[in-house]
């Protein structure tokens, strides 16, 4: 990931605050109570647009109006797919009054001129991970979409596992004592089995993507990480290609954490495994988690747990990123929504992990 300059998130959140607060704020458009909900596609390039093409015409509520993609090809694909039109520009989209909120799939190198752009235009927002390829852009990005009141969200759907939603609940309670260390991982065998060869190529770009394998799938999990744990002080990694499949892309890495709350943790993610078997590990003076095979196993006295069989005394599920977005725009206000804060903040310290990396050596976070 690019250098930036020497500036702090603090000062800079503050100073893109404030540039966005002294501007006059759009008039935001809302869905009414029970009405159908109009959206716009704004890019449909990332691997997920599939899965979110899916939702969105699975629900009756939901009306896709307008697709735009910079490929043309892409755009009437996918348009066809929704039963929308085509238009020439993002801009027919965000200036169309009757479109209350879109989704944003491009490339990430897109993401900060279409994110401003929306803002500007008042359209709440759902934008596929990461949210910009820098952490100063995207830190710019949550300024805007904060200052102009808009709802947002993002594509992180691992907290809506139950296994971390129960951990994270036990680690507020204090049922691990102190923690000590944790573990995360989320890797597949994407460069091996050559899925990049097709329309998702670029994502194996870091010029557009801004990142490879670890900052592709290590976002995931650094979030469940910081969504647990808080805000990260310091970080450094071994970030590397392995197969040249992809030229000099990154298809694996690791990352070592510091937390300000003086946890270590380790984050591993990577395009190149051929199992993940051990995703998350919790480890506390008086509790410990682990989640093998996709199975928790937890020890505590606290929590009164002590499972040599898998832990199944989860809570209930939320939906999909997605739905919990298009909820938000039909007047639900309880979604367990990520700010536009905490998807900057991911970006944040990735891009430190990726400094640590070039530089061999800690870099601070923020």
């Known amino acids: 990931m ?3 300059p020497n500036l702090t998130r603090r000062e800079f959140i503050t100073t893109a605050g404030v540039a966005v607060l002294a501007t006059a704020l759009p008039s935001v458009a809302r ?5 159908r909900l109009t959206l716009g596609l704004v890019g449909a390039a990332h691997i997920h647009t599939p899965g979110y093409v899916k939702i969105l015409k699975g629900r009756a509520d939901v009306a896709v109006k307008s697709v735009w993609d910079h490929d043309a090809a892409r755009a009437g694909k996918w348009a066809a797919e929704l039963g929308a039109r085509v238009v020439a520009g993002p801009g027919d989209i965000l200036s169309d009054p009757e479109i209350s909120g879109v989704v944003i799939c491009s490339e990430t190198n897109r993401h900060h001129d279409l994110v401003l752009a929306a803002a500007k235009a008042g359209k709440h927002m759902f934008v596929e991970k990461p949210l910009g390829i820098t952490g100063r852009e995207s830190l710019e990005m949550a300024a805007a979409i904060e200052g102009a009141r808009l ?4 594509g992180y759907f691992m907290r809506t596992d139950a296994k971390h939603i129960f951990l994270r609940e036990q680690v507020a309670r204090g049922n691990f004592g102190k923690i000590t260390r944790v573990r995360g991982s989320n890797c597949h065998n994407g460069s091996l089995g050559r899925w990049f060869d097709t329309e998702w190529r670029w994502m194996a770009d870091p010029r557009i993507s801004g990142v490879g394998a670890f900052g592709d799938l290590g976002t995931h999990k650094l979030d469940i990480l910081m969504w647990i744990m808080g805000a990260p002080e310091s970080a450094t990694a071994v970030i590397r290609p392995v197969t040249g499949n992809y030229g000099d892309c990154d298809e694996t890495g690791e990352a070592l954490i510091k937390f300000g709350n003086g946890v270590i943790g380790t ?3 990577g395009w ?4 993940d078997p051990v995703k998350l590990l919790i480890s506390g003076t008086e509790g410990h988690a682990v989640i093998i095979n996709d199975h928790l ?6 929590a009164g747990a002590k499972s040599s069989e898998p832990y199944l005394k989860l809570p209930a599920e939320p939906k999909a990123p997605m739905n919990q977005f298009l909820a938000a725009l039909a007047g639900s206000a309880d979604q367990p929504l990520v700010t536009p804060g905490e998807a900057a903040a991911r970006v944040v310290a990735m891009e430190a992990m990726y ?4 530089e061999n050596a800690w870099v601070k976070v923020g």
Do not use: H, K
């Open 151 to 154: 709802i947002f969200t993002t």
């Open 272 to 275: 190149v495994d051929i199992e």
């Open 297 to 302: 196993y937890y020890n505590s006295a606290r």
């Open 2 to 4: 690019p250098t930036e």
């Open 355 to 358: 400094r640590g990396a070039r």
């Open 267 to 269: 984050l591993a993610a």
């Open 31 to 35: 869905a009414e109570p029970g009405a």
